[in-house]
């Protein structure tokens, strides 16, 4: 599967700037393309204070109804998302619609974005819904720029490096709230190179992955 098109660019709108989302989803593989979704999750974090702040109350978490089983055993084992649940999921259409409409106008935040947002716009196609307009970041990108000693390079070596725990690792909740955790220990990194809004993280991730990419080429 070629990367490339996994960081294939929706039209952009302009992103909400004190409500940003951590997301997170479960498939039944680990192709994009081919794979089914089978569950979304996602958080809110709030940045209308001097600090961001995450909102348990504002949160969103759905399991897809699947009319096949496709998933594996060892994948179940992973993700914890059984056959029963599967089939008493919600339909996706209506999932879908419901997450389009809890994200509304705020940009989204996820480890290794690019198979998130791969996941999302072919399940999105196959339900012949129309593509958010969502803007996204990589926090794969953007932890580097806050912590440049970091050897880290999977979510779980940044949890162990940054003291955050996770309740279930490949549960899309768990996941998500350890991943907006990282972000709020990532934050005054941030600031203190006057990295406040959402243009300015943009820049710094795509700096951040050319430096990646022009050192992995050598």
């Avoid at 006057?194 to 700096?207: C, G, I, N, P």
Wanted: one cysteine or more.
């Amino acid at each position: 599967m070629n990367a490339s098109r996994w960081r294939r660019l929706w039209p952009a709108q302009t992103p909400n700037a004190q409500r940003w989302v951590v997301i997170d989803v479960e498939t039944t593989g680990l192709d994009p393309q081919s794979d089914d979704l089978l569950c979304v999750a996602a958080l809110a974090v709030d940045l209308s204070a001097c600090a961001p702040a995450l909102r348990a109350g504002d949160s969103f978490e759905v399991v897809l109804q699947q009319q096949v089983l496709k998933a594996t055993h060892d994948n179940i084992l992973l993700h914890g998302i059984g056959w029963g649940q599967q089939r008493q999921g919600q339909p996706q259409g209506q999932a879908l619609q419901a997450l389009t409409d809890w994200v509304a106008d705020s940009p989204l935040l996820a480890y290794h974005a690019a198979f998130d947002q791969e996941v999302l716009r072919q399940a999105y196609k196959r339900c012949h819904l129309a593509q958010p307009r969502w803007q996204w970041l990589d926090m794969a990108d953007l932890l580097p720029t806050a912590f440049p000693a970091s050897q880290a390079r999977s979510l779980d070596q940044w949890m162990q490096d940054l003291g955050v725990r996770c309740v279930r690792r490949h549960q899309a909740i768990a996941d998500v709230w350890a991943t907006a955790e990282l972000f709020l220990k990532a934050w005054p990194r941030w600031q203190a190179q006057r990295l406040q809004s959402w243009a300015d993280l943009a820049q710094s991730a795509k700096e951040q992955r050319w430096l990646r990419l022009s050192q992995s080429a050598r």
